[in-house]
């Protein structure tokens, strides 16, 4: 078995693993870092695959800066949400789990001989560069789909400031 093969199968028995704990851990904290460990995982993952860019922008985006930011909001939001578990969503998240993963079986067998075809075969990535590849792809085809990312990111940090802050500045004017 080549070295690329093993490194392929431990990153990717690391990261169902660690994306296990994220799920299931109760605490928090654990599941933040549970989630960083799985971000470095698929990092590792991607660069097995020769994709050194994807690799290196999965550390410096997800597990980075995206941590930090969930950090950030736990220190904002009061210690109580993040421990409550309400079996109502539980009961609720099931069945939208179960057709994610129908979903994302559906994607992973069919759509992995769809996957090679394209503008860029690897004849075209070894002449122009992975990095070249990717930056024309995403700034072309992607660019909505891109943009329209970092919107919900955006979103998603002032929504989760102003929950976390309007609480706690209830809590302090009730004392």
Request: cysteine-free; hydrophobic content about 55%.
């Amino acid at each position: 078995m080549e070295l690329n093969v093993l490194a392929f199968y431990t990153f990717s028995t690391l990261a169902v693993v660690s994306a296990v704990g994220v799920v299931f851990f109760k605490n928090i904290i654990y599941a933040v870092l549970s989630l960083i460990s799985t971000l470095i995982m698929v990092s590792g993952l991607f660069f097995t695959m020769g994709a050194e860019l994807i690799g290196g922008l999965q550390i410096l985006i997800y597990a980075v800066a995206i941590v930090v930011f969930y950090v950030l909001v736990i220190s904002t939001v009061p210690e109580f949400k993040g421990r409550s578990v309400d079996p109502k969503y539980m009961l609720t998240s099931l069945p939208v789990g179960f057709l994610i993963f129908v979903e994302l079986a559906y994607v992973s067998l069919y759509g992995a001989w769809e996957a090679n075809k394209g503008v860029f075969t690897p004849e075209v990535i070894q002449e122009v560069g992975n990095v070249k590849a990717v930056a024309t792809m995403l700034f072309t085809k992607y660019l909505f789909p891109f943009e329209v990312a970092s919107l919900i990111l955006l979103v998603a940090m002032i929504g989760s400031i102003l929950i976390g802050r309007k609480d706690h500045v209830i809590d302090e004017e009730a004392k």
